[in-house]
């Protein structure tokens, strides 16, 4: 059986500790899972750095919404990849679109020269793309070096056929990370049909708070976020995952 990577999102500090604990080889370092990922704060960033060995990438996404961004939001996501080059960590991964769901590709060329030499990941905005085959070719143009995806459908199972497609496409120019509903299940089928040699995964279980007399109080939209869940790492995902290439 050939080496599968395995790359785990982890959404809090603890998250990443015990993927990393559990057999992750990768971890991508994330906040807000409700609403699609957000960036992590910086105390977050280098506390998991100083606390695991393996590679950290670490999204970089300045707010929810779309990924169509001004000059600012813009420069804030140039200063956030500088501190995160300054902290050590691996890798980024960015997403940049036009309004018209094209990659923006001259953000893109300069957010990647900022970036080196860490690794650089087009993350799932990529899944909006109308012509996922066209903007594939913009990213090894850029010289992005992955790009998660899930087939441009809700997981990857449902992608495959666009997956199997981008693959193809892709060859030795560009890393297909496959990644949405992931889990023991079907990991195997996923590598075994597409030929990638890394797979991304939560491995999340959803926890609940301890606080007892819990009130009606709302400090968030309750039909968005829950104030009082959130997902941690289900360790043994990871690392029935992990047992399936061994």
């Known amino acids: ?36 990922g957000l960036s992590p704060s910086v105390g977050t960033i280098e506390l998991v ?22 000059t600012t939001e813009l420069l804030a996501i140039e ?12 890798g980024v991964v960015i997403g940049i679109l036009n309004g018209d769901t094209t990659i923006n590709t001259e953000a893109l060329k300069r957010l990647i020269d900022v970036a080196r030499p860490m690794s650089v990941t087009f993350h ?33 199972m449902e992608g495959l056929p666009m997956l199997q497609q981008l693959v193809e496409a892709a060859k030795d120019k560009i890393i ?13 089928i996923i590598t075994e049909t597409l030929g990638v040699k890394e797979l991304h995964l939560s491995g999340k279980k959803r926890v609940e708070s301890p606080m007892q007399g819990l009130t009606a109080l709302s400090l968030c939209s309750p039909s968005e976020v829950k104030d ?16 399936l290439f061994d």
Request: charged share 20%; net charge negative.
């Open 49 to 70: 750095r100083e606390s695991v060995s393996i590679p950290l990438h670490v999204l970089i996404r300045p707010r929810v919404g779309d990924f169509v961004y001004d």
């Open 228 to 243: 009082f869940s959130w997902y941690e790492c289900n360790g043994e995902n990871i690392t029935a995952v992990k047992q």
């Open 176 to 188: 297909i990370l496959p990644g949405g509903g992931i889990n023991p299940g079907n990991a195997k």
């Open 79 to 90: 200063k956030e990849i500088q501190i995160c080059k300054k902290m050590g960590v691996n």
């Open 124 to 156: 799932r905005a990529f899944d909006q793309c109308v012509d996922p085959l066209q903007e594939l070719q913009k990213l090894i143009d850029c010289g992005v070096d992955r790009v998660l995806t899930s087939g441009c459908k809700n997981s990857v």
């Open 1 to 36: 059986m050939s080496y599968i990577l395995i790359e785990t999102a982890a959404f809090t500090p603890n998250a990443a500790l015990v993927a990393a604990n559990n057999g992750a080889d990768r971890i991508e370092l994330c906040s807000g899972f409700a609403e699609g």
